[in-house]
């Protein structure tokens, strides 16, 4: 039996020429049968790092240098045939419709080849051909990262900011890592904490940048042990560890759910739920791997309330141990009414290695304190039953380009990782930011603009806040 898969694309582009700074490219993916958003597809330039990732609603904005006008684009992703069209042929004027084409393969012929492989075997083989697939030795990358921060569901605080990091290899531990902050600015912090929040953030102040690097679900990093799994993490897995690893898989019950194409290549599609969460929340999610070479491509994850789970558990005399309003006010403590966390995970290939591509990581909390103290005023937040009051984090972080030879980070010019992103110090450089053609330029979303503009402009707020 053949089955068909087909899937249609509507890539909305609008391209603008604009004089000494190259091209900009605007546009939005959209499907064809109902004309829904296609989130997170990858835009950009053949065997290169510059490109974007479209946002939630299909938007996405590439600038180019001149030296790209006549290159071609590639438009890529899961479970769609990838298409490249070359610069010249867009039309400089107006919007175009591009059709990706259906693609058609025989799912038996897939599935018999593959009979005897679970899911499992095939994350094993993963783990396996990690130091094959990624590199092990030093490099160095250049990144893009916007940091959000959110009350109750108002944007209050944006940071965009450029950066080296070096990396020592997929078999260091990522606490290795140096970070050099080039370019930063920021709009005015409007999360109003009060003192015992301040006073927190001061006590835990992290470095937001290096706290979305270690997302990375293939560096070595310390465990962060929680206190109900902290014996049993010592008996099964003490020390450093991946994310993906025989401890992880231990913990989940997985299955292979389908196979699909990216840049036309065959790929599993494995989800996996948590087996062993904590009381109340549990984690599960999709993981991508090539089919050919067994290589990690992208990884979607949520950490969730379970509230199943809560509804299980049970006094001594049989009663329920929690009350539903009480369910309900775990619920809220998410930052969507349910989740506590997500992450969107990408990968890369150049050169025969794999390399980070893209992180965006969606929390409670602050990147300083995570979940630990998720809002401003914990009175008002507690009088409210966690409806106000609320903090959440959304950060975004974009490779652009990848030094295969590693760019230096003297110890001097190192980032300090104790700092949060925000209080770091470094002039407004308008001119770079007008000019900055090698990043992504993804547009903010209406409803951040909208907030961060309402008191202010946004330009304003960088230019006073960089002096």
Not at 119 to 134: E, Q, S, V
Request: with cysteine; net charge positive; charged share 25%.
């Amino acid at each position: 039996m053949r089955i068909k898969i087909s899937f249609f694309i509507l890539f909305f582009i609008s391209t603008k020429l604009v004089l000494g700074q190259g091209l900009i490219l605007s546009g939005k993916l959209l499907t064809t049968k109902d004309s829904l958003p296609i989130s997170y597809g990858s835009i950009g330039i053949v065997n290169t790092y510059i490109g974007t990732i479209s946002n939630e609603s299909g938007d996405f904005q590439l600038k180019l240098p001149s030296k790209h006008n006549q290159d071609t684009l590639v438009v890529s992703a899961i479970g769609y045939k990838s298409q490249k069209i070359a610069i010249p042929e867009l039309n400089q004027s107006s919007n175009q419709i591009i059709y990706l084409q259906a693609h058609t393969y025989s799912l038996n012929e897939v599935i018999v080849t593959n009979k005897k492989l679970s899911a499992k075997d095939i994350l094993r083989a993963c783990i396996k051909n990690i130091p094959k697939n990624y590199p092990t030795k030093k490099f160095s990358y250049e990144v893009f990262m916007r940091e959000a921060g959110i009350l109750d569901s108002t944007y209050a605080m944006l940071t965009e900011s450029v950066a080296n990091v070096l990396d020592y290899g997929y078999r260091s531990n990522i606490k290795k890592n140096r970070f050099q902050l080039l370019e930063f600015r920021r709009s005015n912090d409007n999360r109003n904490f009060n003192w015992r929040t301040s006073l927190s953030e001061w006590l835990y102040e992290k470095n937001g940048l290096y706290e979305c690097v270690k997302n990375d679900r293939l560096k070595i990093k310390e465990r962060n042990n929680n206190i109900e799994n902290k014996e049993y993490y010592k008996t099964i897995a003490p020390g450093p560890h991946r994310f993906l690893c025989e401890d992880f898989l231990r913990q989940i019950d997985a299955k292979i759910d389908s196979l699909s194409y990216f840049n036309n290549q065959l790929i599993y599609c494995i989800s996996y739920t948590s087996t062993k969460g904590t009381h109340s929340t549990d984690c599960k999610g999709q993981i991508f791997i090539d089919k050919s070479n067994k290589a990690l491509l992208e990884v979607h994850s949520r950490t969730y309330i379970n509230k199943e789970r809560l509804r299980s558990l049970k006094k001594s005399d049989g009663t329920p141990k929690y009350k539903e309003s009480t369910i309900t006010d775990f619920a809220n403590l998410g930052f969507d009414g349910e989740n506590y966390s997500k992450l969107i995970l990408k990968y890369k290939k150049q050169n025969n290695k794999y390399y980070l591509s893209y992180i965006r990581v969606q929390h409670n909390g602050t990147s300083s304190l995570g979940s630990v103290f998720s809002f401003n005023n914990f009175k008002k937040a507690y009088k409210s039953k966690w409806t106000s009051n609320m903090l959440y984090q959304d950060n975004e972080l974009f490779v652009t380009k990848i030094h295969e030879k590693p760019v230096k980070i003297k110890w001097r010019k190192k980032m300090d990782r104790s700092k949060e992103l925000y209080k770091h110090e470094l002039p407004y450089n308008k001119s770079f930011w007008n000019s900055y053609t090698t990043t992504i330029r993804n547009p903010l979303s209406k409803k951040m603009a909208s907030d961060l503009n309402h008191k202010q402009n946004l330009e304003n707020q960088f230019i006073e806040n960089g002096k």
